[in-house]
């Protein structure tokens, strides 16, 4: 039992290290301020560790759900994913991100807001195959039209080696952020494209209801967000160094 609570301690003491050196970093000029504004087509982590690849779901003219009192998904998601990219430059982990802007760039050819969600959507795919050895994490909000669901859920891919990385982070997230919560995480439905096309080890985070007034509040505010990101940092930091699992 003491050798228990001792394991747990030191967790959540690991855990406050690393939200508290993410607030000294947005308390600093960014670290990436002389990196290049775009991403190269093709990256490989360094070490045989996987590349992350963080996707800020939806964005642009997809603003996903919407909050009450109006706030979009697109604008939560890019939020942690910009967190969480912070963190994992802080802990020297190779990451790119699908989105780095609310703004998206569409082809001329696409004139509907269906067609560019749609080209938007193949442009994500294009990038996310390109990578070697790369692991895919979807950053998303929940709804449902019962104003009393809450709590997250992570969702993963077909892929192998997906489902672990699923548990890990759903079971890091309940029990940190929603431990009354009784979901588990699950395979994700074939009906959503980028899942679905993503040929890597690939999860989806739905960090919360929007539906929920409260949960809505929560997911709106800079500590919350950062708790959301440190919690995904340590899963993926645990994921990428476990045997058989970091490494294809």
Known sequence: MLVAISIRLRELAALALIIALVA????????????????????????????????????????GAVTASGVPESGINLAIAEKLSALCGLFGVERIMTRESQELDYP???????QRKSADQKARVELINAQENAVLVSIHQNFYPDARPF??????????????????????????LCPSSRRVAAPISEDIYLMRAAKCRAVLV?????????????????GYQLKISALLLSAWLQYADTPDEGVL
């Open 24 to 63: 000294l970093c947005f308390a600093l000029p960014p670290f990436y301020a002389d990196e290049p504004e775009t991403e190269p087509v093709s990256a490989q982590a360094e070490g045989g560790r996987p590349l992350l690849i963080i996707d800020a779901g939806h964005g642009g003219e997809d603003g």
């Open 108 to 114: 001329d050819t696409a004139v509907t807001t269906a």
């Open 151 to 176: 709590g997250c859920q992570v969702l993963y891919g077909k892929v192998e080696g997906s489902r672990e990385l699923g548990e890990l982070a759903h079971g890091m997230l309940t029990e940190a």
């Open 206 to 222: 739905e960090c919360g209801f929007l539906s929920n007034e409260a949960e809505a509040a929560l997911l709106q505010t800079e």
